[in-house]
């Protein structure tokens, strides 16, 4: 018999997860707000807003915004089925993994996760079933495996890679969250220069190098927020040391 999956939120990422196992015909149960006609006509064994359905779902993946994951760890517990394993795509990881730790039934499973694979635009519009080809999927390693799992991850063409949730929030703080922040910096340096014969020259001048050193600060608002807020602490301790290295360039100028 061919496990369930379930997927809560189709955004880019559970949508992009959505259309790829679908396109394997893994059998994929979605959980959306508002199911459409859109969803509807997808390969999905079924679309709908009642989180019931996950009582029959081996594995399930909450792809909802950063914000809300803690909150649907807690909710949906009364719906698992016995066994199921439960992962997140959330990139901040600490806080995720404590709610877990603190709601998850004795009887069911979490194993935090991260795939890095994204754009700067958001929503099930937005995704294919491509987006995780050759890029790496952290998942946090509390002494759990599940070969669902880590099979479903790796189907997708995913490559996994083990870790510690502290680790991680450190890992990404270096590599994406700040950089996310000088994006959004470099951007607002711009936007709110008072001098606007200048703004107005610069934005005419700007050419590939601008626009790729701002396109993270142009991506999903709700999410650039959480990703700053919720891994606040790692990111100050990166900022720190991006400034040090910034004053060994000017003492070389």
Known sequence: ?????????????????????????????AIVQNPSEILAKHNFELVTNNLEALNQCDLVFICTPLNSIPALIQTIQPYLKSNCCVSDVGSVKSFICQTALNYMRPDCSFIGGHPMAGTEKAGFENAFAELFEGKTWALIGNNLQ????????????AKIIWTKAAEHDKAVSLISHLPLMLSMGLFNTLENLADPEIKKLAQSLASSGFAGMTRLAKGNS?????????????????YNQFMIEVERIQKNL
């Open 1 to 29: 018999m061919q496990n369930l999956i379930g997927i809560i939120g189709l955004g880019l990422i559970g949508g992009s997860l959505a259309l790829n196992l679908a396109a394997q015909n893994k059998k994929v149960v």
């Open 146 to 157: 599940n070969n669902l799992l880590t099979n479903t991850i790796e189907s997708t063409g």
């Open 222 to 238: 709700e999410l650039n927020h959480d990703l700053l807020h919720f891994n606040q602490a790692e990111i100050k301790l990166a």
